[in-house]
């Protein structure tokens, strides 16, 4: 039972852009811990894609960007190519219950 | 570059202890740093399981915390998870990954290894 909300799925065509939400509440995202997104190829460890909110680790291509505001937070692909056919996840700290790293509910990204 | 290799029995029984290590190469853990753990049950999304500082400070997810004992062993550069009374829902894949803050994510993971509760 995640407490950071991602829809199921979405989907664009080759060249286009797309989005993922996180939707959070005033324990994890709104109060101000950062999001972090990660890449999940079939059958492979997730892979680091943007940490702090908005930053790109070394080799992680410009086409992908995060953004942060209020109780959520956004990734968003733009020149959507078929590689980047994957589950996308969130990642954020919550402070309820004690304290916890969560990960969202998981987004399945398909390439028309 | 830093590496993470989890390793231990792909089967465990219902009831037992659940127990894995991480052996890691190219960095050495009494350094520094927070090395967790993270599961994945078959074809569902990821659970955070713990962490714990170089210092040996632990850090657990709260709905597993009774079961859970995350160690590091500085000697053999390697850190391990224990989990007691297993049952079908501790199946997933397990692996082992290293952050640096809270503001960094996880840049580094190992490759995960399938565990499944059966008898």
């Known amino acids: 039972q995640s407490v950071l909300t991602q829809p199921p799925s979405v989907s664009g065509a080759p060249g286009q852009r797309v989005t993922i939400s996180c939707t959070g509440s005033s324990s994890n995202i709104g109060a101000g811990y950062d999001v972090h997104w990660y890449q999940q190829l079939p059958g492979t460890a997730p892979k680091l894609l943007i940490y702090?909110?908005?930053n790109r680790p070394s080799g992680v291509p410009d086409r992908f960007s995060g953004s942060k505001s209020g109780t959520s937070a956004s990734l968003a692909i733009t020149g959507l190519q078929a590689e980047d056919e994957a589950d996308y996840y969130c990642q954020s700290y919550d402070s309820s219950l004690s304290g916890c790293y969560v990960f969202g509910t998981g987004t399945k990204v398909t390439v028309l | 570059q830093v590496q993470l290799q989890e390793s231990g029995p792909g089967l465990v029984k219902p009831s037992e202890t659940l127990s894995l290590t991480c052996a890691v190469s190219g960095y050495s853990i009494s350094s520094g740093y927070y090395w967790g753990w993270i599961r994945q049950p078959p074809g569902k999304g990821l659970e955070w399981i713990g962490s714990i500082y170089h210092s040996g400070s632990t850090y657990y997810n709260p709905s597993l915390k009774s079961r859970v004992t995350i160690s590091v062993d500085t000697s053999k550069n390697q850190f391990s998870l224990k989990l007691s009374s297993v049952t079908a829902a501790d199946t997933a894949v397990y692996y082992c990954?290293?952050?640096?803050?809270?503001?960094?994510?996880?840049?580094?993971w190992g490759q995960g290894t399938l565990v499944t509760v059966s008898s």
């Open positions: 990954a290293r952050r640096s803050s809270g503001s960094s994510g996880y840049p580094y």
């Open positions: 702090g909110n908005s």
